[in-house]
T-cell receptor, first 114, second 116 residues
Framework: AQSVSQHNHHVILSEAASLELGCNYSYGGTVNLFWYVQYPGQHLQLLLKYFSGDPLVKGIKGFEAEFIKSKFSFNLRKPSVQWSDTAEYFC????????????FGKGTRLSVIA | GAVVSQHPSWVICKSGTSVKIECRSL??????MFWYRQFPKQSLMLMATSNEGSKATYEQGVEKDKFLINHASLTLSTLTVTSAHPEDSSFYIC????????????FGPGTRLTVT
């Protein structure tokens, strides 16, 4: 079964700093990759997704992620964070076949301070 | 498009009672629905997968007699927590997948259950 690792538990950044959140998955086959954000007290929102094609994926709110197959990674980046980016970020993976569910990483809490 | 709703958004019940949570896909047909559980400040743990008209498939460690899942139509799935105990207090989130966008899952807003 696939698994997802998010190594950063809590990241604290100042406004305008650059962000990179790590995500690694373990599965040898073809996968679909997702990043979700959960703002305080709100439900999950999809930031971006990768199915195939260009490994550099752009999402909403200025976020992007790069799929590096050789590293089994799908790191999330943003050049300049804002206070409103304070949230919990989840990386998720599912297998590119059948009707398999998303498997989530443990999440990374991002706190952006003014 | 692809909106998933849950009802209720929060519920408080007494220990020993049962609670039903509804999950609806509002503008698409959900051939598959997933139920997740999220503890405070933790990730989403998959509880079960249900296909319309079939019995749900539960993840290891999830009691199927305690967490009853029904997916009777293409737009509705229900999760019933039977004989609830305080340790069942959690955030329950449903997710739905339709016939298009094969690998995407759309998430409901979640239901916060507190058992006293």
């Amino acid at each position: 079964a696939q698994s997802v690792s998010q190594h950063n538990h809590h990241v604290i950044l100042s406004e305008a700093a650059s962000l990179e959140l790590g995500c690694n998955y373990s599965y040898g086959g073809t996968v679909n990759l997702f990043w979700y954000v959960q703002y305080p007290g709100q439900h999950l929102q999809l930031l971006l997704k990768y199915f195939s094609g260009d490994p550099l994926v752009k999402g909403i709110k200025g976020f992007e992620a790069e799929f590096i197959k050789s590293k089994f990674s799908f790191n999330l980046r943003k050049p300049s964070v804002q206070w409103s980016d304070t949230a919990e970020y989840f990386c998720a993976v599912n297998v590119n076949s059948g009707n398999t569910p998303l498997v989530f990483g443990k999440g990374t809490r991002l706190s952006v301070i003014a | 498009g692809a909106v998933v709703s849950q009802h209720p958004s929060w519920v408080i019940c007494k220990s020993g009672t049962s609670v039903k949570i509804e999950c609806r896909s509002l503008d698409f047909q959900a051939t598959t629905m997933f139920w997740y559980r999220q503890f405070p400040k933790q990730s989403l743990m998959l509880m079960a997968t249900s296909n319309e008209g079939s019995k749900a498939t539960y993840e290891q460690g999830v009691e199927k007699d305690k967490f009853l899942i029904n997916h009777a139509s293409l737009t509705l799935s229900t999760l019933t927590v039977t004989s609830a105990h305080p340790e069942d207090s959690s955030f329950y989130i449903c997710s739905a997948r339709g016939t298009s966008g094969k690998y995407e899952q759309y998430f409901g807003p979640g239901t916060r259950l507190t058992v006293t």
